[in-house]
């Protein structure tokens, strides 16, 4: 089967403003190259469309007609909350041209509302709930939709959602993701500027599921349970990206990559004992960063270590994030650096209970703590959260969905007065953060290790200058 696979454009800045994201960030849509890798293996013929890519259409209506013109018989669609309207209006114009295509989505959005969205969107044939790699390849090779598990569609006019699919166990079964797919990867897929010191560049994703409910997280598509691949395929798949795409610094975005430290330690020694000529970032949790472990980290190749921090306030940390604290924090945080290793700080503002005040401590929090960078997200309440059933009661909520990205606020808490003092705290601390004197001094002291991304950020530097004039105090 011809098999069309298509990442939206979706919503992805702040309205009136220019989006620089996919210049300043572009990523892989690595969950669409896996099903893709799935049904290459299976036989079928797959395209991909992504439209944050480097030749990206510029609008649906091109978009839809490219598609066209490889004579899909199936579009499966991955679709996040903000992203989700966008496809759906693309698939409206893939039915319009040729009704027999079948339409599938899937995706986190998906996962978590489930079957209503069969009612309201008639462009949309099936859902997919939950792993896509199996239910869309049982779907393609034309099993009854009654029989595939993970699978939601429409019977006459009755809809059925059938039994959740068991997620895989063995995600060492995967074929590594169908990278080769992509226009213009990975030159065109960008790491985070000033992220890495030489590219190219690619992101990984090596382990699924999460056993902690942060009150704020979504974890419909890959559920509770964790697992993940060994150290032995984590290796190969590094090797991989070296050896076909010249990939020389890899991003891997799991929220638990030191998790199972055994897995980590076998890692470390293959990188340590044959490097592998690259540079890594990883994630970790706060408890899951022992001195031995960094230690290990920093042999094989890691230049920068994440940690979830969230707020720098006690009693809103302990409501959304229960097993951290902030004194956990700021030993992680120092542990990470005493070890020569870079440490970024992710925070999230107007949480449910959040005040200026609590913003103003996590804002003194985050400067107390020397990083080398700093994402501060802007919380987004998403239906699969365990928080979201309790969101009408904490504030105000403005459910758009093609607004709701982290990048927009549409959550106002009980505590603040409005939505306008919110952005202008948020863009207090964004601009406090990146001026303060011992930051710049330590960005300065590696501009020169950075001269790719300085280089692409004088490149596009009237997009970064608009981007900038968005944090503006107002």
């Not at 969205?117 to 709930?129: G, I, W």
């Not at 592998?276 to 001195?291: I, M, P, Q, S, T």
């Not at 059933?389 to 808490?413: A, D, H, Q, Y």
Request: one cysteine or more.
């Amino acid at each position: 089967m011809r098999i069309a696979l298509i990442h939206p454009t979706g919503s992805n800045w702040m309205p009136g403003r220019k989006d620089i994201t996919a210049t300043a960030n572009r990523m892989p849509p690595l969950g669409l190259l896996s099903i893709a890798a799935w049904l290459e293996r299976e036989g079928h013929r797959v395209f991909v469309y992504d439209g944050l890519g480097p030749d990206a259409p510029p609008n649906n209506e091109a978009f839809s007609a490219r598609i066209l013109a490889d004579r899909p018989e199936m579009a499966g669609f991955s679709a996040t909350t903000s992203g989700f309207l966008d496809g759906v209006e693309l698939a409206e114009r893939l039915k319009k041209k040729r009704p027999e295509i079948r339409t599938v989505f899937g995706g986190v959005h998906i996962s978590a509302v489930g079957g209503p969205l069969l009612s309201e969107f008639p462009s949309v044939d099936y859902l997919c709930m939950g792993e896509g790699e199996a239910t869309l390849a049982e779907l393609a090779s034309g099993s009854d939709p009654a029989q595939v598990d993970g699978l939601g569609f429409r019977d006459g006019g009755k809809i059925v959602v059938n039994p959740p699919r068991k997620p895989i166990q063995d995600l060492d079964s995967l074929p590594f993701p169908a990278y080769q797919a992509l226009a213009g990867f990975p030159r065109s897929y960008h790491l985070p500027l000033f992220s890495y010191i030489r590219g190219p560049g690619a992101t990984m994703v090596t382990s699924r599921g999460c056993p902690y409910r942060c009150a704020f997280c979504d974890r419909s598509v890959f559920g509770s349970h964790y697992r993940f691949n060994s150290a032995g395929y984590i290796y190969e798949h590094m090797r991989y990206l070296r050896d076909s795409f010249g990939v020389r610094h890899i991003n891997i975005y799991d929220d638990l990559f030191t998790v199972h430290r055994g897995r980590i330690i076998e890692l470390c020694r293959k990188l340590a004992d044959r490097p592998l000529g690259l540079r890594f970032n990883c994630a970790v949790r706060v408890g899951h960063a022992d001195e031995e472990l960094l230690d290990m980290l920093k042999a094989a190749g890691c230049l920068m270590v994440s940690i979830g921090i969230e707020s720098g306030d006690e009693q809103v940390l302990a409501r959304q994030k229960a097993g951290v604290d902030l004194q956990g924090v700021r030993r992680t945080v120092h542990r990470i650096k005493d070890k020569g290793l870079r440490v970024k700080g992710l925070f999230m503002m107007g949480l449910p209970e959040e005040t200026e005040e609590s913003i103003r401590k996590t804002s003194d929090f985050a400067l107390s703590l020397g990083l080398d960078d700093m994402n501060m997200a802007k919380f987004t309440p998403f239906p699969g959260a365990p928080v979201w059933k309790e969101i009408p009661s904490l504030g105000t909520f403005e459910c758009r969905w093609p607004l709701m990205n982290c990048l927009n606020f549409v959550f106002l808490p009980q505590g603040i007065d409005s939505f306008q003092t919110l952005d202008r705290l948020y863009n207090w601390h964004v601009q406090r953060f990146y001026r303060s004197k011992p930051w710049r001094r330590k960005f300065a002291r590696r501009l020169w290790q950075h001269r790719e991304s300085l280089l692409r950020l004088i490149a596009h530097m009237p997009s970064f200058w608009s981007a900038r004039n968005s944090f503006a105090e107002e």
